[in-house]
């Protein structure tokens, strides 16, 4: 038998199990998210049932009221992250660009790869002795602080790849064209990497979002985002709300992850 | 004539190894001086630092008399042009084209004007909106051209910048560059480790060998530098010539010495 013959009676039942596969991984991708989603309006769903006997609109309203600090919670997450996310790219780049060029890259690349080798949670049990001492322990600054170091390191690895002999030829073609440094960075650099820069922001962001024992740790449970109040709900057995604190919890990430395909994907 | 660029006794290390050695040059204004050398031979390392983004370790660069040790690369008025285009990828081929001005903040009328006659000269005009990676390599080419000239620098140096291009928009490119070299009335140094080439474009010869360079008085006395192998070159032109009956061999061909203005733009 031909490979040809082979490709033409073994192609339909290929595409046929791509097709299942697919399917397979949709569901498994989307399941979780439709519980999570039926959860946050069920009343009253109880072993063995499939689906809640009736439907309640109210936990996500009380979002919005104070009294479950919810809204709170999501915008001090979305502050936490942003600020993380800008100043870990910004000083990535700025990190990046000097270690590309340095002669001893592999000693500094420890330092980078660092925080991960040993996990956040350890990463924050060291910086917590000296938070105290400075008395950043359970403060927002101290919070946003540890976990720009843990982001840091990441943004400098990721924006490393930027900087090669093209970006530099770039770099130095602009100055004998007349631009002085700062001209250099506002005109050619930033614009230039703005792709990547878009995705580091991206990833830089979802670490802080996600970040849990770094903040518990540091914040001393006094600065309350996101993953911290989810926790609480889930301790405090209260399936429901915990639902509702996680629903707000993966919004805002497919929210950027929906324009990141819009924007990002299409221009790298 | 009166020297526009001086460089004296230029040194340069690099670890043990000495990649120019006490290298001396001179170049008048409105003159091209072609620099041939091998791949290792101090070549880009001498137009970097000519141009202010490499340091030497002992000697001195001096344009129109003034020494350029403590000049920053944008205040010198030397432009430096690669192999490869280097056109900014987030910049269409106007913008390109225009940053020289952009960046000394000229008059956006004068911008729009300015570097629509210098796409037109280049035959850039239909490509002014299109992006750098929708140009071919000559047309890229042609484009950082237009983006050295528009600032009008005092020298043009360019290292290999033909290298990357297919022979025949490579023979267009010289010819280009002859023409507008010669109107724009630039003094350049021309870096390439082909001999034709260095022929075609130089009015000054010199070959760097080793960090150690060489002016030439004249070409007759380039060509019988005996490691540039010209009479190897020129000997198995005229034995093929010889030993071949075919009749494009037979036609007169224009001589390639001859400068002459009518070259097509590619």
């Known amino acids: 038998m031909s490979t040809a013959q082979r490709i033409a009676l073994h192609g339909p039942w290929r595409r046929q199990l791509v097709k299942l596969g697919g399917c397979i991984v949709a569901v498994s991708a989307l399941l979780p ?128 790849g930027l900087w090669n002999p093209h970006k530099q030829g770039l770099e130095q073609v602009a100055r004998t064209l007349g631009a002085n440094p700062r001209q250099v960075w506002m005109q050619v650099l930033i614009p230039a990497s703005l792709p990547l820069l878009r995705v580091c922001f991206f990833q830089t962001f979802l670490i802080s979002w996600a970040q849990y024992g770094l903040t518990a740790l540091i914040g001393s449970g006094k600065v309350r985002t996101l993953p911290l109040r989810v926790f609480d709900y889930a301790m405090e057995a209260d399936p429901a709300y915990a639902a509702v604190a996680g629903l707000l919890l993966i919004v805002p990430p497919l929210a950027l992850l929906w324009i990141e395909r819009r924007i990002v994907f299409k221009v790298v | 004539m009166s020297s526009l660029l001086q460089v004296e006794a230029l040194s340069r290390r690099f670890g043990n190894e000495a990649v120019l050695h006490s290298v001396q040059l001179t170049l008048a204004a409105e003159q091209t001086m072609s620099i041939l050398g091998r791949s290792g031979s101090g070549k880009t390392t001498l137009l970097k630092i000519i141009a202010g983004l490499e340091s030497s370790d002992t000697g001195s660069v001096l344009l129109n008399g003034n020494n350029l040790a403590n000049v920053p690369p944008e205040q010198r008025g030397i432009v430096y042009l690669y192999q490869e285009p280097l056109l900014f990828p987030h910049l269409s081929t106007f913008e390109n084209v225009a940053f020289g001005l952009r960046v000394r903040h000229t008059n956006n009328a004068e911008v729009q004007a300015r570097t629509r006659e210098m796409l037109g000269e280049l035959g850039l005009n239909e ?62 140094l021309f870096v390439t480790h082909d001999l034709k080439e260095a022929i075609l474009v130089g009015d000054r010869y010199a070959y760097l060998s080793k960090g150690q360079l060489t002016q030439y008085p004249n070409l007759a006395a380039f060509l019988t530098e005996p490691d540039i192998r010209a009479a190897d070159e020129i000997h198995f032109w005229t034995s093929l010539a010889a030993q071949t009956s075919h009749p494009s061999l037979a036609i007169p061909r224009p001589d390639p010495l001859v400068k002459t203005p009518q070259e097509q733009v590619p």
């Open chain 2, 127 to 188: 490509h002014a909106r299109k992006m750098p990676h929708e140009l071919s390599g000559g047309q890229r080419q042609r484009a950082a051209f237009g983006r050295a000239l528009i600032v009008q620098p005092r020298l043009l140096l360019l290292d290999e910048p033909f290298g990357a291009l297919d022979g025949e928009t490579r023979t267009a490119m010289q010819a280009l560059y002859r023409r507008v070299v010669r109107e724009h009335r630039i003094a350049t």
């Open chain 1, 33 to 160: 998210l439709i519980y999570l989603a039926l959860l946050t309006v069920a009343d009253r769903w109880q072993a063995p049932r499939l689906l809640p006997e009736g439907l309640r609109l109210d936990r996500l309203s009380n979002v919005l009221s104070s009294s479950t600090g919810l809204l709170e919670s999501l915008l001090l997450s979305l502050f936490i992250g942003g600020l993380v996310a800008a100043g870990s790219t910004a000083l990535g780049f700025v990190t990046s660009r000097q270690l590309a060029y340095t002669r001893r890259l592999r000693l500094w690349l420890l330092l980078a790869y660092l925080p991960f080798a040993i996990s956040p949670v350890v990463l924050a049990t060291c910086l917590l002795f000296v938070f105290i001492k400075v008395h950043l322990s359970g403060t927002l600054l101290g919070v946003i602080l540890a976990q720009i170091m843990l982001a840091y390191g990441f943004a400098t690895i990721l924006l490393l």
